[in-house]
T-cell receptor
Framework: GDSVTQMEGPVTLSEEAFLTINCTYTATGYPSLFWYVQYPGEGLQLLLKATKADDKGSNKGFEATYRKETTSFHLEKGSVQVSDSAVYFCALKVSSGTYKYIFGTGTRLKVLA | DGGITQSPKYLFRKEGQNVTLSCEQNLNHDAMYWYRQDPGQGLRLIYYSQIVNDFQKGDIAEGYSVSREKKESFPLTVTSAQKNPTAFYLC????????????FGSGTRLTVV
């Protein structure tokens, strides 16, 4: 079945370090791929998305490229800030009629000043 | 501004009591979803609704019930049959399209005392 696998956290980085959070997926057909961010005690916010192979989603300095050949959608940021500390979820959506998400388990990022 | 509102933000329930969590959206979205999030865990789908007067069970529907009498509203009842109801509950809504992300509410934290 369809699934999303994320790297386990927590990921702890110093401010201005480079961030990569790995995400790989298994899906039938051609899914759309998403990254969401959750700050403590809040709901999830859409960070970026990519809807077809080789698309690059970007927002607030974060980027992710839809790689069909490696079934991956890794999240990257060149220089993280303390305010980026949050939990990041990778998700896919397939056109199976229900348009439900399949979420990864989330990766907690801690950025130290 | 359009959005999705969950209330209350914090809820305390005695064992054996039913409790209803509110979710209202003014985004004109057809689809609405309820997720449960446990500490350090990912999101698990409880129920979802694609159109008014119709809803389907998600992965962990036992001990929960929902209704969808209006497009704007999708309340979730946590019944006394739910064995471990203490969790963070998230409501979301979306357009029924593969490329469209979810809009999440800010969540309700339910604690059984």
């Amino acid at each position: 079945g369809d699934s999303v696998t994320q790297m386990e956290g927590p990921v702890t980085l110093s401010e201005e370090a480079f961030l990569t959070i790995n995400c790989t997926y298994t899906a039938t057909g051609y899914p759309s791929l998403f990254w969401y961010v959750q700050y403590p005690g809040e709901g999830l916010q859409l960070l970026l998305k990519a809807t077809k192979a080789d698309d690059k989603g970007s927002n607030k300095g974060f980027e992710a490229t839809y790689r069909k050949e490696t079934t991956s959608f890794h999240l990257e940021k060149g220089s993280v800030q303390v305010s980026d500390s949050a939990v990041y979820f990778c998700a896919l959506k397939v056109s199976s009629g229900t348009y439900k998400y399949i979420f990864g388990t989330g990766t907690r990022l801690k950025v130290l000043a | 501004d359009g959005g999705i509102t969950q209330s209350p933000k914090y809820l305390f329930r005695k064992e054996g009591q039913n409790v209803t969590l509110s979710c209202e959206q003014n985004l004109n979205h057809d689809a609405m979803y309820w997720y449960r999030q446990d500490p350090g865990q990912g999101l698990r789908l409880i129920y979802y609704s694609q159109i008014v007067n119709d809803f389907q069970k998600g992965d962990i529907a036992e001990g929960y019930s929902v209704s969808r009498e209006k497009k704007e509203s999708f309340p979730l009842t946590v019944t006394s049959a739910q064995k471990n109801p203490t969790a963070f509950y998230l409501c979301a809504s979306s357009i029924r399209h593969i490329n469209y992300g979810y809009t999440f509410g800010s969540g309700t934290r339910l604690t059984v005392v």
